[in-house]
């Protein structure tokens, strides 16, 4: 079967870095997605991963890794408005997105 | 950039009645809309790709006569939920493909989501 899994949640520190980690299961594959999603709205595009490797994008970076079926999302410098659901999808080679269930991430002062 | 407007943000309403939500894309055509749920603490649930003006296509365990998809214009997708009943309180998002990212893929746009809760 398809599968995403992502840890439920996380903590991390104001001005610290952090790394949600993302492994998928899915048949065939058409790219990886990381969406935000602050409580009670709707998610937002982070980033996309096709190839392997790092895609760096300001503060927030995405790795792929195909043959290990692995993504994660890396934070810098974080802030206090960081503190969302980072949601993990990959698409199948039907074009569906699969998703994750979230990963909660909490910012401490 | 492209903005996807839903309405209405919150819906409360009567066990066995109907409510419909709306689905707009802002300044720009969307032949495809997608229409998801999500629970609390759950990931989205993709239930139906609506296509202007034609049929939509339902997942899996999705009633399409329950869920009720209308996308009659480019820029207008409904979703209506009929006799709604308690076990249908979910958050309910649309989205519309909105153009592409840096390596090609397309991206989805969201509304901001209804909220429904059936008493």
């Known amino acids: 079967g398809q599968n995403i899994d992502q840890p439920t949640e996380m903590t991390a520190t104001e001005g610290a870095i952090v790394q949600i980690n993302c492994t998928y299961q899915t048949s065939g594959f058409n790219g990886l997605f990381w969406y935000q999603q602050h409580a009670g709205e709707a998610p937002t595009f982070l980033s996309y991963n096709v190839l392997d490797g790092l895609e760096e994008k300001g503060r927030f970076s995405s790795f792929l890794s195909r043959s290990k079926g692995y993504s994660y999302l890396l934070l810098k410098e974080l802030q206090m408005k960081d503190s969302a659901s980072y949601l993990c999808?990959?698409?199948?080679?039907?074009?569906?997105?699969?998703w994750g269930a979230g990963t909660k991430l909490i910012i401490k002062p | 950039g492209a903005v996807v407007s839903q309405h209405p943000s919150w819906v409360i309403c009567k066990s066995g009645t109907s409510v419909k939500i709306e689905c707009r894309s802002l300044d720009f055509q969307a032949t495809t809309m997608f229409w998801y749920r999500q629970f609390p603490k759950q990931s989205l649930m993709l239930m139906a790709t609506s296509n202007e003006g034609s049929k939509a296509t339902y997942e899996q365990g999705v009633e399409k006569d329950k869920f009720l998809i209308n996308h009659a214009s480019l820029t207008l997708s409904t979703l209506t939920v009929t006799s709604a009943h308690p076990e249908d309180s979910s958050f309910y998002i649309c989205?519309?493909?909105?153009?592409?990212?840096?390596?090609?893929?397309?991206?989805?746009?969201f509304g901001a989501g209804s909220r429904l809760t059936v008493l």
């Open positions: 989205s519309a493909t909105t153009g592409t990212s840096s390596t090609g893929a397309n991206v989805l746009t």
């Open positions: 999808a990959a698409m199948d080679s039907n074009y569906q997105l699969i």
